[in-house]
């Protein structure tokens, strides 16, 4: 790589992570409280496989060495996802000139920098933003090895990458048909891939083997999978037909195209259709297909039929990678001038749909944050309040409480402690909704604000019936 190249893509990275830092979004008090509640356990050892997120081995493994090297914590939880997409950035930039020229390269990091999915879920805890690095690199890897003169080790490296990404999380299996696509496709012989292959095997025997050494059973992780996503998640999501299609042609591309994910879809389209002749941008089609569909039909169970997990924002950052390589691509096509205007109106358009994803998201821990503020120095040793209130105190405590806590539907009495209602927590018809109390007239009011109401019961009996 040349300076003025090293310079530009350590310019690209700067951005960012500047971006990336300053609409962080931290807690959402889903997935994380889990995943931080298994490191805490698995660093004072205790081990145990009872859900899925136990059984994601190479994600937790760069969880357990954040929180080793810093302690438990937000910005400790989410070091791993947040170096990874910077790392994503630089895959993309890199494999953009390589494939397209310098000029794609320093588009497709520009658009990987600010792109507001992988802003927005590089400050969150789940595995698809580690995970679509390292498939990335994988494909990558084996797209330098059809030109080198020494290709073993590339596709060695090759099925490694997609064996670590497969610990992250299960979605890494569906670039098997790309991968066999490109053998018929290449017309190479199939031991040309016998060491992509077999690295692959590797890593899923060895996690076959640690499941039957830790459990007895070595398809604990599919015992998890099926149960989970297949006999609960997807399920409750999809008990009609109706719902079942719609999640199988029209559920994701409906959230490809939300605005907060900007325009890189409809965009990475056209590009596609600009440069369809070109062989690279047909492999990088193949990538994006291969992904689309598994996404969309790959099974969790057969009998009856459930696709592979329920879909939600934060499970899309996979996609993006060679969404974003064939755009760069048909960037580089156009003049320099042309090229730049439209990258700076993506820019814009987007860092809008940060700033609104980065709001939306804000929000659910918010109410927490706030009365966290408001307890800081303050004597009380009883807190009264919705779960997911308590669950936030409990992560900030580093899952070793400084405090009793109470839910509002558990039998103690509020005496002697705090009753704070988050009145985002109890708005009605939400799938956030939590139980709510009545306040006693007797209460004191000790603060009020949008967000919260936090009273002293001063030794009232008993909280007042539900509404």
């Not at 009380?380 to 209130?389: P, S």
């Not at 580093?398 to 705090?418: C, I, L, M, T, W």
């Amino acid at each position: 790589m040349s300076a003025r190249r090293a310079w530009a893509l350590a310019i690209l990275l700067a951005v960012a992570a500047g971006v990336r830092i300053r609409w962080f979004t931290g807690l959402q008090m889903g997935d994380d409280i889990v995943y931080s509640r298994i490191t805490v356990d698995r660093l004072s050892g205790t081990t145990s496989y009872h859900n899925v997120h136990q059984t994601r081995s190479g994600f937790l493994l760069g969880l357990l060495g954040s929180a080793a090297a810093f302690g438990p914590g937000e910005v400790p939880l989410v070091l791993y996802n947040l170096l990874c997409s910077l790392g994503l950035v630089a895959a993309l930039s890199v494999l953009g000139g390589r494939l397209f020229g310098d000029a794609a390269g320093l588009a497709a990091g520009a658009i990987a920098a600010l792109h507001p999915n992988l802003v927005r879920f590089a400050s969150e805890c789940h595995t698809d933003t580690p995970a679509a690095l390292w498939l990335t690199l994988a494909l990558a890897a084996l797209r330098a090895a059809t030109s080198s003169d020494r290709s073993g080790p590339l596709r060695l490296l090759s099925g490694l990458l997609m064996g670590w990404a497969y610990l992250h999380k299960e979605h890494a299996v569906f670039v098997i048909p790309f991968v066999l696509g490109h053998w018929i496709a290449g017309g190479r012989r199939w031991t040309w891939y016998l060491p992509t292959g077999l690295a692959f095997a590797g890593v899923f025997a060895a996690e076959l083997a640690g499941f039957a050494i830790l459990t007895d059973n070595p398809f604990k992780r599919y015992e998890m999978v099926r149960y989970w996503h297949a006999g609960q998640y997807m399920a409750e999501q999809y008990p009609t037909s109706g719902a079942l299609l719609y999640r199988v042609f029209l559920d994701l591309p409906a959230k490809l195209l939300a605005p907060w994910n900007g325009l890189i879809f409809p965009a990475g389209l056209i590009a596609l259709w600009a440069v369809r002749r070109d062989v690279r941008a047909r492999w990088i089609a193949g990538w994006f297909l291969a992904l689309y569909l598994g996404y969309s039909a790959w099974p969790s169970s057969l009998v009856p039929f459930r696709p592979g997990f329920t879909l939600y924002q934060w499970t899309l950052p996979v996609l993006w990678p060679p969404l974003i390589l064939l755009l760069a691509a048909g960037l580089a096509r156009l003049r320099p001038r042309v090229a730049v205007a439209i990258l700076l109106l993506l820019s814009l358009v987007h860092l809008g749909a940060i700033h609104a994803a980065w709001v939306h998201d804000r929000r659910f821990s918010d109410g927490p944050r706030e009365a966290r503020a408001w307890l800081e120095g303050k004597p009380y040793a009883r807190i009264f309040a919705d779960d997911k209130m308590i669950e936030a105190f409990d992560f900030w405590d580093g899952h070793d409480p400084s405090r009793r806590y109470f839910r509002f539907q558990d039998p103690e009495a509020p005496s002697r402690g705090v009753v704070i209602v988050d009145r985002f927590r109890t708005e009605p018809g939400h799938w956030w909704s939590r139980p709510g109390v009545t306040p006693d007239p007797r209460w004191k009011t000790l603060y009020e604000s949008g967000r919260l109401r936090i009273y002293d019961p001063l030794n009232v009996d008993s909280l007042p019936a539900r509404p």
